[in-house]
């Protein structure tokens, strides 16, 4: 089956750093979702992104499916972003990467 | 508008007993699915729908157990339970599979077997 893997496994970040997630998937994709787990466990849909780029507000995604990556960046960080960022690919039955745990201090 | 609820949120179950995770939406979705998540893992798929009175299976469907009669509600079984069952259930609801889908998650259901 498809491998998805996500780097980094852990980051720390200063309220208003810049930073980048990255999803790896092993075969060609159709669909890619990012999803944020706040610290209470709720997962949310950020991004339906299967290539190209989409903003939303100072969060953006990237999708390269061509070289099997994409990409999440997150601006001028806050304390709310702060929880697990997954990638996931697959439409109605997601494969899940084990995500990066971000860690946003004021 | 619910959306997705699942219950109970908290459950602790003996090895060997049998219970029900409930999960209902209110968004009149075909597809919905349940995931269980390990400790610094993604999630998993358990079992899938795409509509009533059709369910399969996903990577980690022992010791499930589905149905779907009505389009609203999905229900995860819980066989004979065991201690590698220990998990927190998330049940999950979408309209299709098309492009701009929106999947939505219930909050979780934290499940104790000892």
Redesign the interface.
């Known amino acids: 089956?498809i491998q998805?893997e996500q780097s980094p496994p852990d980051l720390i970040l200063q309220e208003g750093a810049n930073s980048t997630l990255r999803c790896n998937f092993s075969d060609s994709v159709n669909?890619l979702?990012w999803f944020h787990q706040n610290p209470w466990?709720?997962?949310?849909?950020l991004f339906?992104i299967?290539s190209g780029t989409k903003q939303n507000g100072r969060l953006s995604a990237t999708t390269v499916a061509t070289e099997r990556y994409s990409l999440l960046y997150i601006s001028s960080s806050q304390t709310t972003d702060s929880g697990v960022y997954?990638c996931?690919v697959g439409?109605?039955?997601?494969?899940?990467?084990?995500?990066t745990r971000l860690q946003v201090f004021p | 508008n619910a959306g997705v609820t699942q219950t109970p949120k908290f459950q602790v179950l003996k090895t060997g007993q049998s219970m029900t995770l409930q999960c209902a939406q209110d968004m009149n979705h075909e597809y919905m699915s349940w995931y269980r998540q390990d400790p610094g893992m993604g999630l998993r798929l358990i079992h899938y729908s795409v509509g009533a009175g059709i369910t399969d299976q996903g990577e980690v469907p022992n010791g499930y157990n589905v149905s779907r009669s009505t389009t609203e509600d999905f229900p995860l079984r819980l066989l004979s339970a065991a201690p590698s069952q220990t998990s927190v259930y998330f049940c999950a609801s979408s309209y299709s599979t098309g492009p701009g889908n929106t999947i939505y998650f219930g909050e979780g259901s934290w499940l104790t077997v000892v």
């Open positions: 089956g998805v669909n979702q466990g709720q997962l949310i849909n339906y299967p997954f996931a439409a109605h039955k997601l494969i899940f990467g084990t995500g």
